[in-house]
């Protein structure tokens, strides 16, 4: 089946230094959802694309669709203890279907 | 205060017993969806509706039942049926139709079930 898959699992940083997770389908996606999950809460909403090769920045995060719409990455610069949780993608293959969930990214970030 | 609530927060049943779990949302949404989180994994979706009076199987259905009788309303029956019931669920709902894929979902804030 369609699958979204997402490296790394866990990532441990110290704060200040940068952050990627990467997220990649084994199809073309036609748009991609970003949601961050903090420990014992709820997945909230970040950021969607769509367009190919779309960058869109929020502060310190940047999001990037890959030109084949196949994969994604969410970069955080000079991260900071507010920055500690599960970073999810999940990608919409074509219309009228539901996203697919990656499995994660947890960040832990020390101060 | 609008949002989506989830109830309870935490659930204890014995095994063999079904339970349900309450969604309720003032969002005035159309679409509703229920998710089961694993630890360390993804979210996987079980069942979504998109309109009133009628509901969808999401991936992992089996097991599990839902019913969409308010546009509000979107409770999830976990059956002694399904095999590995302890787990993390989320409700979600979101303004436009499942099928557009483009629409954000609000997540509510899960129940946590655990079977004996």
């Known amino acids: 089946g369609q699958q979204v898959m997402q490296i790394p699992q866990y990532q441990h940083v110290q704060e200040g230094e940068d952050f990627t997770t990467y997220c990649n389908s084994s199809?073309?996606?036609?748009?991609i959802q970003w949601y961050k999950q903090r420990p014992g809460g709820h997945p909230v909403f970040l950021i969607q694309l769509v367009k190919s090769g779309e960058v869109k920045k929020q502060k310190r995060l940047t999001f990037q669709f890959g030109e084949a719409k196949k994969n994604s990455s969410l970069h955080i610069t000079a991260t900071q203890t507010t920055d500690v949780g599960t970073y999810f993608c999940?990608?919409?293959?074509?219309?009228?279907?539901?996203?697919?969930f990656g499995p994660g990214t947890r960040l832990s970030v020390l101060p | 205060d609008g949002g989506i609530t989830q109830s309870p927060k935490y659930l204890f049943r014995k095994e063999g017993q079904n339970v349900t779990l309450s969604c309720e949302q003032n969002l005035n949404h159309d679409a509703m969806y229920w998710y089961r989180q694993d630890p360390g994994q993804g979210l996987r979706l079980i069942y979504y509706?998109?309109?009133?009076?009628?509901?969808q199987k999401g991936d992992i259905a089996e097991g599990y039942s839902v019913s969409r009788e308010k546009k509000e309303s979107f409770p999830l029956t976990v059956t002694s049926a399904q095999k590995n019931p302890t787990a993390f669920y989320l409700c979600a709902s979101s303004s436009l139709v499942a099928a557009l894929s483009t629409d954000t979902q609000y997540f509510g804030p899960g129940t946590r079930l655990t079977v004996l």
């Open positions: 509706s998109q309109i009133v009076n009628d509901f």
């Open positions: 199809t073309t996606l036609s748009n």
């Open positions: 999940a990608g919409s293959h074509r219309l009228g279907q539901n996203f697919v």
